[in-house]
C-alpha cells in the first residue's frame, strides 16, 4: 500500500471492505490501484499474502438526490451544505492469487470477517482464469457460509450459477 496520510478521524465516515478475488497474473492489484489511485500502476509485483489499499469514495447523498427532487432547500433555495455529499471509505482486499500457495485453506484466514462486497477478477485472454473464478467463490463460501449446500463451488455446467459462462450470450446467433 502507498503511503497516504489517514490520520483524518476516520469514525466519521462510512466504511465498506471489498475482497477482490481471482488467478495470480490476472491484474487484481492493477485494478485496485486504479481504483484507488485514479493512474495505472507502474512495474508490479506479485502480491505475497494480502494487499490492503484505501480509497475515500465521495458521492451524493440520499439528501442531494432528494433536493434535486424539489424536497429539502433552505429558505433562500439553496441546499445545505452537510447534505451535499457522503464519504466512505472503501477497503480493498487483493488477496494473492499465486499458485505457491499450496494449500487454498492458507487464504482463508483472509475471507473471515464482513465484507460488502466481492470483486473477481479474470484475465478475458485466459479462459482457465475465467473457470478458476468457480473454485474462488467456492473456496470463499466454504469459509463464509454454514450451510454445506454452498461448501464447494457453484458448478456452471449444471444451470446453478448467477453468472454467464463466457461465450453463452452468443449461442444460437449467427
Known sequence: ????????????YDRAKVLVLGDAGVGKSTLVHMLCHGEAQRGGTPTVGCNIDVRLHTAPS?????????????????VPASSLA???FIEFYDVSGSPSVQHPRSRHMF????????????????????ENLWRWMGDF?????????????????????????????????S
Open 86 to 88: 457522503s464519504s466512505t
Open 111 to 130: 475471507y473471515t470477517g464482513t465484507y460488502h462486497g466481492i470483486i473477481l477478477v479474470h484475465d478475458l485472454r485466459n479462459r482457465r482464469s475465467f
Open 1 to 12: 500500500m502507498h503511503a497516504r496520510d489517514y490520520s483524518t478521524n476516520t469514525a466519521a
Open 141 to 173: 463460501l466454504e469459509v463464509n457460509t454454514s450451510s454445506s449446500s454452498y461448501s464447494r463451488p457453484i458448478n456452471p455446467d449444471h444451470g446453478s450459477s448467477p453468472f454467464r459462462r463466457q461465450g453463452e450470450h452468443l449461442k444460437g446467433k
Open 62 to 78: 440520499s439528501a442531494l438526490r432528494a433536493s434535486a427532487a424539489g424536497s429539502t432547500h433552505l429558505a433562500n433555495g439553496s
